[in-house]
């Protein structure tokens, strides 16, 4: 599939043939895999983070568990993956050759040095030279590398975030992205701290520490190593909601372009992060579930949308819904949700609105032999039934608060 010039957007200055990127992991482990990726019609990849030859990189095995639907989807994934195994000079050997085949792909070098900032510094200047369209420091990792004093041990630490930013940045002739951690109690505060040390924009999120679940046969933690486990990142589209989350705080925190990840499977969930002020986003689990195919059907999604809606790029998204976020105390208390049966006909009986009610909220619906009964006079308005219903049976009506 051909891209749509409807899809064409910025990311800060670079331009994208699409908003859609692989993140750094495992779908872009080698060169081959991400020629692969760009032949299908990625807008643009992040290496899997390189480091210094010096710093051994060596897997163990499973490292990878999975919480699952029915019918085998993902909802949750869990890694403890580590990063490249490939040499800086394979890495600058293939940069030089992807951006040959493919210069109008965004490659970007996603790094990770030593302790010691001078390894960040020369491994910038390697990968630039090699000709990256941009660099994305990895402060995030949360299993592995922070054992070490790196990964998310810096991006937990926002005046680290900030020297080391400041330090690439200064040996940097192309845009640097820092790529935070979710493993904070602030998010906003730490893009701050980027931002102070120059960033060019923000990448966000990595994933969430996590213990995915135990064996409650063998009692072991998965991913099991034979027989022992550690705490991974967690990923997929139960972090969404997270993401969304974050990208949001830190686009009312900086005024800087942001990489939104998390969750993104579908072309729906990179709408909802553009509109909370991503200008790109990432996937990662969804294509190490699905393949890189998966981008043919979200480009075909968004564009559709677009000519839906009379957008002439997803630029016109950006940001949007932020002006609709407030505090809590700041929320309308004088209007309120009523449940309504209005299609009365696909009601099955089941009863779980009336369960609901009863048990998770304030007792206003009775199942009757002629139907569903609901009692305004005791609705509180909080919605439940309406979410637990699975045949639309119940839908919200806005009324005055009582």
């Known amino acids: 599939m051909q891209d749509s010039p409807l899809l ?61 639907g029915d019918c085998n989807e993902i909802l949750g994934f869990e890694n403890i993956e580590l990063l490249s195994k490939h040499s800086v000079s394979y890495w600058m050997d293939e940069i030089k050759a992807i951006k040959k085949e493919y210069p109008e792909h965004q490659l970007i070098a996603s790094i990770m040095g030593s302790t010691d900032p001078i390894s960040w510094q020369n491994l910038a200047e390697v990968v630039q030279d090699a000709g990256c369209d941009a660099i994305e420091m990895n402060v995030s990792c949360p299993h592995g590398m922070p054992e070490a004093g790196i990964g998310a041990a810096i991006g937990q630490n926002p005046q680290m975030v900030q020297e080391l930013t400041r330090m690439v940045v200064a040996v940097s002739d192309v845009p640097v992205y820092v790529k935070l951690t979710p493993n904070v109690t602030d998010i906003g505060h730490i893009a701050r701290s980027a931002a102070l040390g120059r960033a060019d924009g923000i990448s966000a999120i990595n994933t969430v520490g996590c213990m995915i679940g135990v064996d409650i046969e063998t009692f072991e933690p998965r991913p099991t190593v034979h027989g022992r486990s550690t705490y991974g990142g967690y990923s997929g589209p139960a972090i969404k ?83 609709r976020l407030s505090s809590h105390q700041a929320l309308d208390r004088f209007v309120c949700i009523r449940p309504v049966v209005r299609n009365p006909g696909a009601c099955i009986r089941c009863g779980r609105c009336a369960i609901a009610c009863r048990d998770g909220g304030y007792s206003a619906i009775q199942m009757k032999k002629e139907g569903i009964e609901i009692d305004n006079g005791s609705c509180d308005g909080c919605g439940l039934c309406i979410l637990v219903c699975s045949t639309k049976t119940l839908t919200a009506e806005l009324c005055s608060h009582k």
């Open 8 to 68: 064409t957007t910025t990311l800060g200055s670079l331009t994208l043939k699409n908003p859609f990127l692989l993140s750094s992991a495992p779908p872009t482990a080698n060169g081959e895999m991400i020629r692969r990726a760009f032949k299908a019609g990625w807008g643009g990849a992040v290496i899997k983070t390189i480091t210094p030859d010096d710093i051994p990189i060596r897997d163990v095995s499973p490292r990878f568990s999975a919480w699952k």
């Open 241 to 323: 909601p997270i993401g969304l989350r974050m990208v949001s705080e830190i686009a009312r925190t900086v005024p800087l372009p942001i990489m939104g990840i998390g969750g993104i499977s579908r072309w729906e969930d990179a709408v909802e992060y553009i509109l909370l002020g991503a200008s790109a986003v990432q996937v990662c689990t969804a294509v190490m579930w699905n393949g890189y195919g998966i981008v043919r059907e979200i480009k075909k999604g968004l564009t559709e949308y677009l000519t839906r809606r009379g957008y002439s790029s997803p630029e016109e998204l950006r940001g949007k819904t932020l002006s």
